[in-house]
């Protein structure tokens, strides 16, 4: 008997060893999750006061910043209150339909600016206006005016796309916009297509180049030209090579004085004589005191060596990017000229978006001298809107 109590007695010691041992493990492990726990909340706090004094940091940044812009929100407050009442805008209004000729595009982007401040961004002649300068604009002498006037129609609430050229010019963090609009000679914003982003290319009626056939009128006009020499400035902006062009050098037409903005190349010429191109064709660019255009088109024909084509082939910006200063190259337009200035002329428009009218060409019937290495060494292989239709537009020949 007493061997079986000793046995049960010993049986009931270890049952309540192995739960004091239980007991004491479980409470361990519940106070190292506790711990745990208090660690996780710890480290959370220390993440969330970080995060609040970043974000206090900033506040006081924004503020700080927000200050800077007071005095000019002030002023532009006092400047738009000027204008509330309209006399500025109807005088201005008054003055435009007083103009002869047509209405330069930085007039018409100054009509919208007036407007946007005396009847605001929702106007619907507000709009008008900067699509108009939009639609004026003339491409590579007028991008800031085209920027502009996209901008502010943007800054109206408008559905507008914004031109790459345009978006790049923007801050870093938009240089990408989806919207961006960016033509080209092929693909899907080839020419065929660039009237579905810019209406003047697919609705204009004199629009250019043109194939020139006769039977032609007399021209009446008689060109002169004064190039000077100047430093070379070239520009690869992704669709052609651009030299721009320092005041001074001038196209005389009859009596009245443009002055030489750039010069530019396409590949093959633009322009086509009875139904035939030439290699290529250089596009000089011109505009008057009144803001009007006149593009003399020189034919580049296949033959010698040209030294003036090999001074800035020899200097050109293999890739797309900002103007380039050649150093110690001087350049003189007038080298790309030949003496004879009889022309064809008719009118049409630029030959690239947004394809405004109004534009007067001169196409020189004395073709110069361009070798084949020359063309096939020029970075684009194609660069060319093909002729437009006529539209019952007479050509006038000297």
Not at 206 to 232: A, R, T, W
Not at 267 to 293: W, Y
Request: charge should be negative; include cysteine; glycine fraction near 8%.
């Amino acid at each position: 008997m007493k061997k079986y109590l000793r046995l049960i007695i010993e049986i009931l010691m270890g049952l309540l060893l192995a739960g004091a041992l239980a007991f004491g493990y479980w409470s361990y492990n519940a106070k190292a999750h506790a711990i745990d726990e208090l660690t996780d909340v710890s480290e959370g706090v220390d993440e969330t006061k970080q995060e609040l004094e970043k974000v206090t940091k900033e506040l006081a940044e924004v503020k700080e910043k927000a200050e800077t812009f007071e005095p000019a929100a002030r002023e532009l407050a006092a400047v738009k209150g000027s204008f509330e009442n309209g006399v500025v805008l109807q005088d201005y209004e008054a003055f435009i339909k007083a103009q002869k000729g047509p209405v330069i595009s930085e007039r018409q982007l100054g009509l919208g600016a007036l407007r946007l401040l005396t009847k605001g961004a929702q106007d619907p002649d507000t709009v008008a206006a900067y699509q108009k300068a939009l639609e004026m604009a003339e491409w590579s002498s007028r991008l800031k005016s085209i920027c502009a006037a996209q901008n502010a129609l943007v800054a109206a609430g408008q559905k507008v796309k914004v031109l790459a050229d345009c978006a790049e010019a923007e801050a870093p963090a938009k240089k990408h916009e989806k919207h961006a609009v960016h033509w080209a000679y092929e693909g899907e914003m080839g020419p065929e297509n660039w009237g579905d982003e810019f209406p003047t290319c697919g609705n204009g009626k004199k629009q250019s180049p043109l194939n020139i056939v006769g039977p032609f009128e007399k021209s009446k006009d008689v060109l002169s030209v004064s190039y000077k020499e100047g430093p070379l400035k070239m520009l690869n902006n992704g669709h052609t090579i651009q030299i721009n062009v320092e005041p001074g050098s001038t196209l005389k037409i009859n009596k009245e004085v443009y002055n030489l903005v750039q010069f530019h190349f396409h590949r093959p010429s633009e322009e086509q004589i009875d139904g035939k191109p030439m290699a290529m064709t250089v596009h000089f660019v011109h505009k008057n005191a009144e803001g009007k255009l006149a593009v003399m088109g020189v034919l580049l024909s296949e033959g010698k060596d040209n030294e003036a084509i090999k001074t800035l082939w020899e200097n050109v910006p293999k890739n797309e990017g900002p103007e380039v200063v050649v150093e110690g190259v001087k350049f003189n337009p007038s080298s790309l000229v030949p003496a004879a200035l009889t022309h064809y002329s008719y009118e049409g428009s630029l030959t690239t978006p947004p394809c405004t009218e109004g534009v007067q060409f001169f196409i020189l019937k004395t073709t110069v001298d361009i070798s084949k290495k020359q063309v096939n060494d020029f970075p684009f292989k194609r660069n060319a809107r093909p002729v437009q239709p006529a539209n019952g537009r007479v050509i006038n020949a000297s």
